[in-house]
């Protein structure tokens, strides 16, 4: 039966491992400077209207967030974040071994608010305390949300106001700017934040999350911290190729879509089965259901057991490029059959 | 006309390709605890016989290097490298961004020995010093010779005797195993280390560093340190994939004996030639000429401009798993006729 | 009039000037290794019972706990503290900047419970999330509670039981200690923990903390890490000394006992004047008072302001070894004048 | 008998403890924001002509290079030091530790040049190497030799043609600006350099370095710097309370004279003996003897072993400003009967 662990199970989608194979005969140089990887970065750019935007390929979210939060800044300065932002649960304490405090807020579904932020920076007051400087947020988030255009700017300018910089975990960027809700444009996502990148490595590829660095002021010797962190890959040119590939013919986004199509439907079969499920904005969903029928899902499924409180568990179904329509009467049909 | 710049300048080997196709439609638990990650993992302990030793897969040299010293060492500890050593000319400090001194010795023929360590012991006497206590090795080194096992195993019999960790950076293992000069064994280097990795991007991977610690009190948590480093990979499965692929059957050694070859075959051409080459051990080709003939070198064939020195330059040719004998011909030619 | 800002704004008691002046005309070797610092280091292992113990002086608070805590944690490895820990609030970062997260609990009166530290445990639960491995208290608290003998005695059980260190920031121990409503003693203490801190700066002397480290695993080679945390003083005999003189005939308990009955008794003369005051424990007092008032009395008295809602602020009263019976009756004939 | 082991031996000058004295009755606001630290601060800034500078007093040597170089340098920046300077060689890895490699050139005398910068800018070629950033000389240096106007004039002007920064440690300062052989001002200093120090821990006080920053942009937020480094004091006044007495009527410069001339007082008393001195040009004396009358001398006068070569060693006098005339005698009649 079909997975719905997470969107990473899979090798890759069948157009990156095609564009993989009609390039095993070339030679190319390496570290990213090859010609696919110039040619993917100029079609972010373009995509994004970000003509002066350096775009930098790296291999993984957590090295991506660590890298570019500790380029930006100094030893005191600090990140805010919601407490479920992912550098602050799942990243192993990746940003804090660079030298910055995280500090978190509880935020709501989610996201961060302008109000949280502001918060934030009145209570640091002196030089007894860290120096708010960069605010992360993830869109969509670690729950599935999305942030609204008029959320995001409103973020922007705060930020810029106040001398903070915006950075987006973009992982799951393309399901965010595809979903059914979403009114933020890849274009308004670019002229509202300092940084931000798109997640390969959920959506379709290999490996690979490009950065985008759309603030000039945070440009300079950017390649130095990627080796400087190890970040570095030798055959830049497997990331240019993957990334070239998925985003030719608009493909990044249609098999986001998809993923996103597969999670309403099935949010649409389990109400119909009158679960109790959370809206689905992304392609990720959560259900609540007794610990019994939990563990019968996840083993049947591979699904995550989210959290867990007294009789219930909350169990998190992923979808990706390569669910299709029949996996999820195939949930339907085992729920159907086993409630 | 092939190019000499480097042994990661193509995809991958056929092998590794296949195998990823072969897995395609396969959904796998991320992050390196899929089946194939743990096969490769024992096919590596079977091959250098050290079943109680730990096998982690990392993407690049850089990272390996960074992610097991930090783990290795406490704040005041110090790592003990030849001056040309990867970890102090290539990886733009990303040792010491981790917070330890490489402490550099001049060594010969791009080794360190039992004298340059014990030097360094007797110098740093006290707390206002740094504490030496990993020593780093590169086999083969970053100038292409080769470690002997009499030389391996006294640096590893005195390291024991003081204290001091071992640690060998096999990013062209495979080919200072197989060359025609060496007596060690992948037993004997297993037996003679705290740790050592078998590079996978310089012999026909896309990617990936197998990092072995036979040492058992450096093993405990190491999955930690790698998330910590931004170094897990999502799809792990990947890395494993490849590294079964290339492991099998010996093609690992098969294709470093190639480059070896090859490497000998240009050796021969060239002094035939009268050019001025260096002894040759693994898939690393120095020659010195003079400028001129360099920067055509360069252009024809990709090399690297080693060194320069008044009218004369050190150019490197790289061979790889890919290179043939036409193209070892094809070089001949050209430097027959241009001369 | 004198000032109820801090416990650290006079030069330093009595009998610390006079012992540096004793030994003007001495020659001393460096860096802590002189009789004074010997000395004053066996006094206070028997002072605690903790004859093998290592003791160390530091600086400052802020070094001294980051000196200890980067010694003790690798680097996916965090610290537990409760949100209003002086490691969280006032050290702009400095424990983050060694490379390890803060995870805080809520706590209750400043203080954490086994229930708090069993929650974060059961929480992070694989190598995604970083490994809590320290738990850090203050005794007495950020807010001038302390903590019983069972408290202390429940938390390092959990501790010894679950593979946590436990480590208590002593800048104000001794008032802790001479609380009226202590029960713990410098023995009890010294055994139920691995480490802990007696602050000088804020009892009498121009600046030093003893650290006491009495878990064995955690002393070798410690005053590496001191010196390259750049925290070791080249004339350490000046903190020998000043340990020394403040240590003897119980200087250093009985200075703390004058702190907290002066706030004792302006706790009392508040509450005479029906003002609204928190309990008082040790040397700290804080007061509710509107806003207006409370101006007036930062202005009179420099205490600190320590919050603010609506109408009303909490203001911060401190008293030290210097505060005298005249002081206390200066600020209620204030208050009850201006009232 | 008088010890030459150090400068740092003695509590302090008799001045300094008589400041402390007079302020014993005062309460002061912590962190160096009092009116002594502020009036010390101008009185360094009248001194050497640098009325934008920023003056922070820190507490000893160590800890100010590294607060001040980790504020400097981005992750992948590098500082320039000759090999024996003492961030790299007696500071513990502390550099290191704050996450930057310190690239070492041999130099001549104790000294940098501008050859040996420009051989390190030129060898550092791109993003696979760190970037030489600052560059770090001591005056005097660690073996007592001083720059010259031209000298430092030279270097500076070639790291502002380079975008390098230029920082001088001036843990001996005063010594080398009262060198008979100097001719460089207090004012020439401060407008060669980024930043420098002036040492007081050296030349008589307890303890305090007094960091002065002339750049304007490396000033933004140094505070912040400090408390994360654990290097904020919290009686601030007393570093302050000392820079003023020690600064007051140029006592700072006259004891350093007094010293530089006891140094050259046993020079020629050492040369008249026949033994094999150094040229002295600070407070530092190098005499070479054989390791049997090195070990009658280091017992009798405490000084510091060099260096031992064969039968001989190389022992250090270090004066300072409680040496007088007739310790220098004692020393000429000690060597006088034992040779």
Redesign the interface.
């Known amino acids: 039966m ?2 719905f ?2 969107d ?5 989608h ?1 157009a990156v ?1 095609a564009a ?2 009609e ?2 005969e ?6 990213g400077l090859d010609e696919h990887s110039l040619n993917a970065s100029k079609m972010i750019k373009d995509m994004f209207n970000c003509p002066n935007a350096d775009v930098h390929f790296l ?9 570019f939060i ?2 930006v800044l ?5 990140t805010v974040a919601v407490k479920t932002g992912h550098i602050n ?6 940003v ?7 500090y978190t807020v509880d935020g709501r579904d989610g996201k961060i608010s302008v109000d949280d932020i502001e918060k934030v920076i009145k209570y640091h007051s002196d ?5 708010p400087k960069l605010v992360y947020i993830s869109n969509s988030t670690e729950i599935g949300t999305i942030y609204s255009k008029s959320e995001i700017e409103a973020i922007y300018n705060y930020c810029k106001d106040n001398g903070l910089y915006l950075f987006v975990d973009g992982a799951r960027l393309a399901c965010a700017l595809m979903s059914d809700d979403n009114d933020l444009t890849s274009q308004d996502l670019a002229k509202n934040c300092d940084a931000f990148y798109l997640g390969g ?2 959506n379709g590829l ?2 690979g999350e490009a950065l985008v660095i759309t603030n000039k002021d945070l440009q300079a ?1 950017f ?13 830049g ?2 990331s240019g ?1 993957q990334f070239e590939a998925i985003l030719k013919d608009n493909l990044y986004f249609k098999i986001a879509k998809n993923a996103n199509n597969m999670a309403k439907l099935l949010y649409e079969k389990l109400v119909s089965l009158k679960l109790d499920v959370d809206p689905v904005y992304t392609n990720q969903l959560f259900v609540k259901v007794n610990n019994s029928l939990a563990n019968k899902i996840i083993e049947a499924f ?1 699904c995550e057991l989210w959290s867990k409180q007294g009789g219930y568990s909350v169990v998190r179904f992923v979808t990706s490029f390569n669910t299709k329509i029949e996996d999820i009467d195939e949930v339907y049909n085992y729920l159907k059959h086993i409630k």
């Not at 804090?96 to 995280?102: P, R, S, W």
């Not at 390649?223 to 055959?235: H, T, V």
């Open positions: 079909h997975k662990r997470n990473y199970c899979e090798v890759a069948e491992l993989l194979l390039n095993k070339q030679q190319f140089v390496g570290y291999v993984g979210g957590t090295q991506t967030n660590l890298t500790s380029y100094k030893d005191y300065e600090a649960v799942h990243e192993t304490g990746a804090e071994a660079t030298g910055h405090k995280i030089e007894h305390m860290v120096k490595t959920k290999m490996f010797d390649r130095y911290q990627i080796k400087n962190k190890g970040a570095m890959l030798a055959k040119f497997i190729i591979g």
